[in-house]
């Protein structure tokens, strides 16, 4: 087919007879993307799952834990020399080294993309308690010199200045540590030890170039209760949320976030921007000592960020950014809802929802390639990735490229997806899709093995979706994907196998070719231009709709 003439693209652009909402779209969902830590950015796996990430989903940023754990040799004690046959030789003041961090970062940015940088973890030789988190033993603790911390973090991004120059380190993010709330697993510290970190980062980084950009506090997640309100978090103030009859109802706040402004205007500290995690999950304290794991309504995240905007723009920080930099539907990575078609349907009604609330949201994470618990039992054990650790496309991986795909200006926000226009070319695209009603404000839950998270196929019924857009040009032809039970739904094929935890070759093409076996079609405008949208979505249906030839610009 001829491309449109320009004429084509003057006619007035509507949807059911309205115009165009004039507001942009705000691509929250790709700016940033989450990851395990750096040293398995050394992987070819995960570099080629990274590349996909960038090349067809849009990802622009990425973040990792660990970028100064032990496995990337960056801050030195000793020369590590004797292996078996003596111990190393202390050295005189420690020495930073970088061979392994550049490799990482020069290949983030040969794909096109920049680091989303977090600052941590202690190195060994630097922590006052060792080996707190992970199987790969992460020390998550209060530096024993905190001058030696700033050091660290100060030749740290001095040498990417050197090595990449002033102007793109600039476009980078510096955040001060990950979840500090979390003791004694992600900080063994207090509450102020945290904010001191966060002084002496801020104050190192900012000593180079007022420009560079630091935030905080990164902390998780949203709660109802006191539990943090101290120095250290006391378990026993959730007890009254777990026993709460609807934790819904109940009054969920940022951790730290309040107290963290509070500390830093007092000090005169900056803060470029903010950064939480919003699960829209909660484990609170039972009276026996156990947990009770909570599961928020649907649209938790859109009001927490609600609130978290609040908070920001009545503070006297408010001009800056919000990064969610950590959010999926559990932060479990042995939640098989993260393998299932729901959670699909479940992150793009969400993100959808909450694109004109943050700067980004981070998925957590792009890959199953993710050792937090060490490598995961079989091809599909519940790992937060948009794809597995053979690259095997999951239905949230569809998810994002159909959102990848949208335009970066609001035409229509429909009440079960929006279309949008591109504003360099004027490509029309669109998302619909089928969160059922019958789930009754309920999120998608965390669940511990397959059998149960197919349970929800059980529930909703199809819909019909009908719209109209008008002042199109005369004949233009749309792509129409469709995920569904039925297409692009791989963990469903790898349970029809029997769930095999060992892949044959020949299982593996099987399973990819089901991965990618999405429901497609055309669409096509009038000779007046106007385009009918008549489908029958079945429940949990995602629908990518993209025009397939741009207008003229010339």
Same mark, same amino acid.
């Given at each position: 087919m001829a491309a449109p003439t320009q004429s084509d693209t003057t006619r007035p652009l509507t949807v059911d007879g309205a115009p165009p909402s004039g507001r942009p779209m705000h691509h929250?969902?790709?700016?940033?993307?989450?990851?395990?830590?750096?040293?398995?950015?050394?992987?070819?796996?995960?570099?080629?799952?990274?590349?996909?990430?960038?090349?067809?989903? !849009? *990802? $622009?940023?990425?973040?990792?834990? #660990?970028?100064?754990?032990? %496995?990337m040799f960056v801050y030195r004690g000793n020369d590590g020399g004797g292996g078996g046959f003596g111990p190393p030789?202390?050295?005189?003041?420690?020495?930073?080294?970088?061979?392994?961090?550049?490799?990482?970062?020069?290949?983030?940015?040969?794909? !096109? *993309? $920049?680091?989303?940088?977090?600052? #941590?973890?202690?190195?060994? %030789?630097?922590?006052?308690?060792?080996?707190?988190?992970?199987?790969?033993?992460?020390?998550?603790?209060?530096?024993?010199?905190?001058?030696?911390?700033?050091?660290?973090?100060?030749?740290?991004?001095r040498h990417w200045i050197e090595r990449y120059g002033i102007d793109e380190v600039l476009q980078w993010r510096f955040e001060v540590w990950n979840e500090p709330n979390l003791v004694p697993k992600f900080w063994t510290g207090t509450r102020t030890q945290y904010f001191e970190l966060y002084e002496a980062s801020v104050r190192a980084i900012k000593a180079i170039d007022e420009r560079l950009l630091v935030g905080g506090p990164s902390t998780s997640v949203f709660v109802p209760d006191d539990r943090y309100a101290g120095e250290y978090e006391d378990g026993s103030k959730s007890i009254a949320t777990g026993l709460a009859e609807d934790p819904d109802a109940l009054d969920w706040r940022p951790v730290w976030v309040e107290e963290f402004i509070a500390w830093c205007h007092e000090r005169d500290l900056p803060v470029d921007f903010f950064t939480a995690h919003l699960y829209p999950t909660d484990y609170a304290a039972t009276p026996s000592g156990g947990a009770k794991e909570i599961s928020r309504y649907v649209d938790a995240t859109y009001d927490d960020l609600t609130l978290l905007q609040r908070i920001v723009a009545d503070s006297p920080y408010a001009g800056a950014e919000i990064h969610i930099t950590e959010w999926s539907t559990s932060p479990s990575s042995r939640d098989r809802s993260h393998d299932a078609l729901f959670a699909a349907t479940y992150i793009t009604r969400a993100y959808l929802r909450c694109a004109a609330l943050a700067d980004s949201i981070s998925y957590w994470t792009f890959t199953d390639v993710f050792e937090e618990g060490g490598a995961g039992l079989g091809p599909f054990h519940g790992g937060f990735g948009l794809v597995n650790e053979q690259g095997l496309h999951k239905p949230t991986f569809h998810a994002f490229r159909m959102l990848a795909q949208l335009g970066d200006e609001v035409v229509a926000e429909l009440p079960h997806g929006v279309?949008?226009?591109?504003?360099?070319?004027?490509?029309?695209?669109?998302?619909?899709?089928?969160?059922?009603?019958?789930?009754?404000?309920?999120?998608?839950?965390a669940q511990n093995s397959y059998a149960a998270a197919r349970g929800l196929a059980e529930v909703g019924t199809s819909r019909r979706v009908t719209h109209t857009v008008a002042g199109l040009p005369a004949g233009a032809t749309f792509d129409v994907v469709q995920l569904d039970w039925e297409h692009g739904n791989v963990a469903e094929a790898w349970h029809a196998m029997g769930e095999p935890i060992n892949l044959t070759l020949p299982q593996t093409a099987q399973l990819r070719a089901a991965a990618d076996d999405l429901l497609r079609s055309t669409l096509t405008a009038s000779d007046d231009g106007v385009l009918e949208i008549d489908l029958e979505l079945p429940a949990w249906a995602v629908v990518g709709i993209v025009q397939t030839v741009p207008p003229a610009t010339s």
């Open positions: 929250v969902w790709n700016q940033c993307v989450g990851a395990g830590r750096a040293n398995e950015a050394l992987r070819a796996d995960w570099q080629a799952h990274f590349r996909e990430a960038v090349d067809v989903l !849009g *990802a $622009r940023y990425v973040r990792f834990h #660990g970028l100064f754990h032990d %496995d030789t202390p050295l005189a003041e420690p020495v930073h080294t970088f061979s392994y961090v550049d490799k990482v970062f020069d290949f983030i940015l040969e794909t !096109g *993309a $920049r680091p989303f940088v977090e600052l #941590g973890f202690m190195p060994r %030789d630097l922590a006052t308690q060792t080996e707190t988190l992970f199987w790969w033993k992460a020390h998550c603790s209060p530096p024993t010199d905190m001058g030696r911390w700033a050091d660290l973090v100060a030749a740290t991004v279309v949008t226009r591109d504003g360099a070319t004027g490509r029309v695209s669109g998302v619909l899709f089928h969160y059922p009603d019958e789930m009754g404000g309920r999120s998608v839950r």
